[in-house]
């Protein structure tokens, strides 16, 4: 193996960065320097610089993107209303806010390499990455689950027992997650057969399944600002405080659970439970708004754009050319998507409940099934002529070929 001096590792304090911590100082003998990015994972973050230091790394950093995590990654994928295959993206967005501080900390250490501990099957190694290379073409970069000895979690869950590595899991709750300000995603055990129900009731952190939700509705109002949540029920609040505030009372109420089997990047399919509920009442809320106040033809080409940013992010192609274009598209049609957004959330459900923007596009007079003097029903005869004049003629061609 190449030797190094100095190596950064994108370090989160789970089963894999533990491991890889005193398996790159036996294997190359190096400094090892950890930076844990904080995107909200709460109390994951207890205990991580001593559990670090007593591991083999030389320090720790603990850097708070919290601020830049909502504002630079959530909130553009928000106004795009971008889903992959119906996830929100959630561990997407926050490898490229990670990977950035990462680079910036390794060239301010002097580091010869980053390394990083996503699997060679995932998603996030593409992430991070193409990250790395957009900030550090230089830098090498280490992925041990390429090279190592290890086939599986169990393998590494003996190694860190056989080195006395403390864990917080065990071989019977050694699911995969991933937990941020946005989401929680779970893979692996049970969850790797899509024949098996997700036994919720061991797994759900964020919230409550829709049959342990209350039985009375919860009324709440968002205000939006070109595009972006700004007031919870009247009270302005930053990024941050929404998601959280929203996260609690969407997960009160039994919101934002979602169980899919998705196309990953590295060609294979991937069975994962997210939890989501403060995300998922915002691009519900998102959306209801751009339906007054967006124009049909804006709102459809804005979901063609919608798809491919999703396609974008999820591929980790965050710092790329295309991805600063369709931001650009993006924020151009957000200048109108400033309103109030009301919704009742009952039992999982997210049910609107009143629209309010000065930018509304909806004209009741015009949209009344009584009189008015804006449109004149007799015209549409002529338009439903005109329209309808291809079908006409292919009909009546049709004819003729067929009496010949």
Same mark, same amino acid.
């Given at each position: 193996?190449?030797?190094?001096?100095?190596?950064?590792?994108?370090?989160?304090?789970?089963?894999?960065?533990?491991?890889?911590?005193?398996?790159?100082?036996?294997?190359?003998?190096?400094?090892?320097?950890?930076?844990?990015?904080?995107?909200?994972?709460?109390?994951?973050?207890?205990?991580?610089?001593?559990?670090?230091?007593?591991?083999?790394?030389?320090?720790?950093?603990?850097?708070?993107?919290?601020?830049?995590?909502?504002?630079?990654?959530?909130?553009?994928?928000?106004?795009?209303?971008?889903?992959?295959?119906?996830?929100?993206?959630?561990?997407?967005?926050?490898?490229?806010?990670?990977?950035?501080?990462?680079?910036?900390?390794?060239?301010?250490?002097?580091?010869?390499?980053?390394?990083?501990?996503?699997?060679?099957?995932?998603?996030?190694?593409?992430?991070?990455?193409?990250?790395?290379?957009?900030?550090?073409?230089?830098?090498?970069?280490?992925?041990?689950?390429?090279?190592?000895?290890?086939?599986?979690?169990?393998?590494?869950?003996?190694?860190?027992?056989?080195?006395?590595?403390?864990?917080?899991?065990?071989?019977?709750?050694?699911?995969?997650?991933?937990?941020?300000?946005?989401?929680?995603?779970?893979?692996?055990?049970?969850?790797?057969?899509?024949?098996?129900?997700?036994?919720?009731?061991?797994?759900?952190?964020?919230?409550?399944?829709?049959?342990?939700?209350?039985?009375?509705?919860?009324?709440?109002?968002?205000?939006?600002?070109?595009?972006?949540?700004?007031?919870?029920?009247?009270?302005?609040?930053?990024?941050?405080?929404?998601?959280?505030?929203?996260?609690?009372?969407?997960?009160?109420?039994?919101?934002?659970?979602?169980?899919?089997?998705?196309?990953?990047?590295?060609?294979?399919? &991937?069975? @994962?439970?997210?939890?989501?509920? +403060?995300?998922? /009442?915002?691009? $519900? =809320?998102?959306?209801?708004?751009?339906?007054?106040?967006?124009?049909?033809?804006?709102?459809?080409?804005?979901?063609?754009?919608?798809?491919?940013?999703?396609?974008?992010?999820?591929?980790?192609?965050?710092?790329?050319?295309?991805?600063?274009?369709?931001?650009?598209?993006?924020?151009?049609?957000?200048?109108?998507?400033?309103?109030?957004?009301?919704?009742?959330?009952?039992?999982?459900?997210?049910?609107?409940?009143?629209?309010?923007?000065?930018?509304?596009?909806?004209?009741?007079?015009?949209?009344?099934?009584?009189?008015?003097?804006?449109?004149?029903?007799?015209? &549409?005869? @002529?338009?439903?002529?005109?329209? +309808?004049?291809? /079908?006409?003629? $292919? =009909?009546?061609?049709?004819?003729?070929?067929?009496?010949?």
């Amino acid at each position: 193996m190449k030797q190094y001096k100095k190596v950064v590792l994108a370090y989160s304090g789970g089963l894999d960065t533990s491991v890889i911590i005193p398996w790159l100082k036996e294997n190359y003998g190096c400094e090892v320097i950890a930076v844990s990015g904080n995107v909200g994972q709460g109390t994951e973050l207890d205990g991580l610089e001593e559990k670090a230091l007593a591991t083999g790394a030389s320090k720790l950093y603990i850097e708070d993107l919290n601020k830049t995590f909502v504002e630079d990654y959530i909130w553009p994928c928000l106004k795009a209303g971008a889903k992959y295959e119906e996830y929100l993206l959630g561990t997407s967005f926050a490898r490229p806010a990670i990977a950035k501080r990462i680079v910036e900390i390794a060239k301010a250490e002097g580091a010869d390499a980053i390394c990083h501990g996503c699997t060679g099957k995932g998603n996030d190694q593409v992430r991070f990455e193409l990250t790395i290379k957009a900030f550090a073409p230089e830098m090498d970069i280490i992925a041990p689950w390429r090279t190592w000895e290890f086939k599986s979690r169990e393998d590494e869950i003996e190694y860190a027992e056989a080195h006395n590595i403390p864990l917080k899991i065990t071989r019977e709750t050694n699911y995969s997650k991933d937990k941020n300000l946005w989401h929680l995603s779970h893979e692996g055990l049970d969850l790797e057969n899509p024949e098996n129900e997700p036994q919720y009731d061991k797994i759900l952190e964020m919230g409550v399944t829709p049959e342990k939700a209350p039985d009375e509705p919860t009324y709440i109002t968002i205000s939006f600002e070109k595009g972006i949540p700004t007031k919870l029920n009247g009270e302005a609040i930053d990024g941050v405080t929404m998601i959280e505030k929203l996260n609690e009372i969407g997960g009160k109420n039994g919101v934002g659970i979602l169980d899919i089997v998705e196309n990953r990047l590295v060609g294979m399919k &991937s069975r @994962g439970v997210y939890e989501t509920p +403060g995300g998922t /009442i915002l691009y $519900k =809320a998102h959306a209801l708004l751009e339906s007054i106040c967006l124009d049909k033809e804006t709102m459809h080409f804005k979901a063609i754009v919608a798809q491919r940013m999703a396609e974008t992010v999820y591929n980790g192609q965050w710092f790329t050319p295309l991805m600063e274009a369709l931001k650009a598209f993006v924020d151009e049609t957000q200048k109108t998507v400033t309103g109030d957004v009301k919704l009742k959330l009952y039992k999982g459900n997210i049910v609107p409940a009143g629209l309010f923007s000065d930018y509304s596009l909806y004209d009741d007079v015009t949209a009344s099934f009584g009189e008015d003097e804006d449109y004149n029903q007799a015209d &549409s005869a @002529g338009f439903i002529n005109l329209y +309808g004049l291809p /079908i006409k003629i $292919k =009909a009546m061609l049709d004819s003729r070929r067929e009496n010949k």
